[in-house]
């Protein structure tokens, strides 16, 4: 499978930004955890990061016709993007929703996801795990 992982705003300060909430590690060092998981071995995974909406909105369109499936983990765009919720909505590319703390046990606002429901699944509270699950579920969607 041709796996394209979209990060969103912020997540380039991962192992700075409130490493109480989101851990140490960079996000090279989740890309470099995942690239070398077994479950990752036959896969092409394409990783890309934006603090830009309309960029990730742009990955997710060039993805049509060269993408089997997008994890996505949005940050603060979860909450209010439609723009992105339907982008994907458009591509029809199986998509999972993650993210790295448990959005459902924060702040009211992060509790809502408008990506949700265009998404095959969402995942949240697992760390650096939420990503292998997300890999998990769309190979096995496949």
Request: proline share 4%.
């Amino acid at each position: 499978m041709n796996i394209l992982i979209i990060n969103g705003p912020n997540l380039n300060l991962l192992g700075k930004r409130e490493p109480e909430i989101y851990g140490r590690e960079t996000l090279a060092d989740i890309e470099s955890w995942l690239a070398s998981s077994p479950e990752s071995s036959d896969h092409s995974i394409k990783w890309f990061q934006s603090n830009h909406e309309g960029a990730i909105i742009d990955q997710i369109h060039d993805s049509i016709n060269s993408i089997d499936g997008i994890i996505i983990n949005p940050g603060a765009l979860t909450h209010y993007s439609y723009a992105i919720r339907d982008a994907i909505a458009s591509v029809n590319i199986p998509t999972v929703e993650v993210h790295l703390s448990d959005i459902d046990k924060r702040e009211d606002f992060r509790k809502i996801s408008v990506l949700k429901d265009v998404c095959v699944k969402q995942i949240s509270g697992l760390g650096k795990n939420s990503y292998l699950e997300g890999l998990k579920i769309l190979v096995d969607q496949e």
